[in-house]
């Protein structure tokens, strides 16, 4: 694993996960960002799927973009943390890189999901995305790398924070 800031649509990665909304249609943000450098043959392609509940993930291609894929999962949005928030988070990962390891995908970046206008806290967003990350990269081959592509400095930070905290708390797990 490990913490970039960039724009995510720059990255030559097998795919990179996309912080959707229900319809998959493209909104604001980098759900906004991917469809635009994507091109029209991604707002194509997602219509045909139908859309996608909170939790879960979809694949497409990837159109114009230097990833061959592109994985739209769709965030809680934040109502306290008493609503289910977390455990969806959670699911968005997980159904992300299971999409990546069924279509046998080596590299992986996610997006900080849910923490733009979804406003789930992002101290406590980078801590279930790499905890659970962390947990699914145990125990499938695949992917073999994730990527946290973080749009600033200070998500970046609070991703390479609990990057620290896990490979403290597991000393025989190089982050």
Same mark, same amino acid.
């Given at each position: 694993?490990?913490?970039?800031?960039?724009? =995510?649509?720059?990255?030559?990665?097998?795919? +990179?996960?996309?912080?959707?909304?229900?319809?998959?249609?493209?909104?604001?943000?980098?759900?906004? *960002? +991917?469809?635009?450098?994507?091109?029209?043959?991604?707002?194509?392609?997602?219509? *045909?799927?139908?859309?996608?509940?909170?939790?879960?993930?979809? =694949?497409?291609?990837?159109?114009?973009?230097?990833?061959?894929?592109? =994985?739209?999962?769709?965030?809680?949005?934040?109502?306290?943390? *008493?609503?289910?928030?977390?455990?969806?988070?959670?699911?968005?990962?997980?159904?992300?890189?299971?999409?990546? $390891?069924?279509?046998?995908?080596?590299?992986?970046?996610?997006?900080? =999901?849910?923490?733009? /206008?979804?406003?789930?806290?992002?101290?406590?967003? $980078? /801590?279930?995305a790499?905890?659970?990350?962390?947990?699914?990269?145990?125990?499938?081959?695949?992917?073999?790398h994730?990527?946290?592509?973080?749009?600033?400095?200070?998500?970046?930070?609070?991703?390479?924070?609990?990057?620290a $905290?896990? $490979?403290?708390?597991?000393?025989?797990r190089?982050?």
């Amino acid at each position: 694993m490990s913490v970039v800031q960039a724009d =995510i649509t720059t990255l030559g990665v097998d795919a +990179i996960v996309n912080a959707a909304n229900e319809t998959l249609l493209g909104g604001g943000g980098v759900d906004g *960002a +991917i469809h635009r450098a994507a091109g029209p043959g991604l707002l194509e392609e997602c219509r *045909a799927l139908g859309g996608c509940p909170t939790g879960q993930a979809r =694949i497409t291609g990837g159109h114009r973009l230097p990833a061959r894929f592109v =994985i739209h999962t769709v965030g809680p949005v934040w109502q306290g943390g *008493a609503a289910g928030e977390p455990l969806l988070l959670a699911s968005c990962y997980r159904s992300a890189l299971a999409l990546a $390891a069924e279509h046998g995908l080596d590299t992986l970046a996610f997006s900080a =999901i849910s923490t733009g /206008v979804y406003g789930y806290p992002a101290p406590q967003a $980078a /801590v279930v995305a790499v905890d659970t990350v962390s947990g699914f990269l145990e125990a499938s081959p695949l992917p073999r790398h994730v990527v946290f592509c973080c749009f600033s400095g200070p998500s970046a930070d609070l991703h390479r924070e609990a990057l620290a $905290a896990l $490979a403290f708390q597991v000393p025989d797990r190089a982050p």
